[in-house]
């Protein structure tokens, strides 16, 4: 009797660690379930670093963050609209439009981030009222970062732009006074920006503040004239059209939102990156 007793206890205890088992494995799929992969191309810097930083606060929410990183202004958005990624991080509003206007995507902004401020910077004059008569400004090749180049240049009383234009949309065409006869040179890649800068050519450069900074340029620093932080050009969260409502694209703005990464931006690059929580 004292035997059959202690097998049926062991039995029962058999079956109750095996209904844990199955509950903690249960558990287990139900969480691996619930996490959800979200793939997001952005450029190196600061991009590419503020959203390694989002990582572990997207995890606590149950996303696992897959950041896909380019080198160039084109690939991330043809990748987006082919769907090879969730959403994209590298751009700011105007030229999101201008690339649904040229390549006929529907691409939509779900969350503005941070403005990266150009700048323009020179090896040859310390300041811009240096710049000589006649000095060549090299600038993107980029159409949708003219209106903003050439509003910086405006705000330092070198051009003056037509009147009542959209000045994000401005060009070279659109300057009615050119006070030192500058010539505009836009034949460049913006990525390539850092070292046309680096080897002297030109009178000054104007370039991208990611760039700058990937490029170890300090811009407050090393700039000679630079966009405050009332610029329109804010980098967003880009996302197919419809997607900008779903729960992960919207936990990932609100991540991004959040103090600890706005804190973060302000630490990290010294006021060369400024958050926005709109």
Known sequence: MKKFLGFALILVLSIALAACGADKDKSGSDTEKETKKLVVG?????????????????????????????????????????????????QHLPFLEAANKENGYHLVNAGGIHIEPIGLYSQKYKSIAKLPEGATIIMSSSVADHGRALSLLEKNGLIKLKEGIDKTTATTKDIVENKKNLKFDANYEAALLPKIYESGEGDAVLINSNYAIDAGLNPLKDSIAIEDSKSPYVNVIAVNKGDENKEEIKTLVEVLHSKEIQDFILKEYDGAVVPVDK
Do not use: R
Not at 44 to 72: M, R, W
């Open 42 to 90: 952005a450029s190196n810097v600061p991009h590419a670093e503020i959203l390694e930083k989002a990582k572990p606060l997207l995890k606590e929410k149950g996303i696992d963050l897959k950041i896909e990183k380019f080198q160039d202004y084109v690939l991330p958005n043809k990748a987006l609209n082919d769907k090879e990624l969730d959403a994209n991080y590298f």
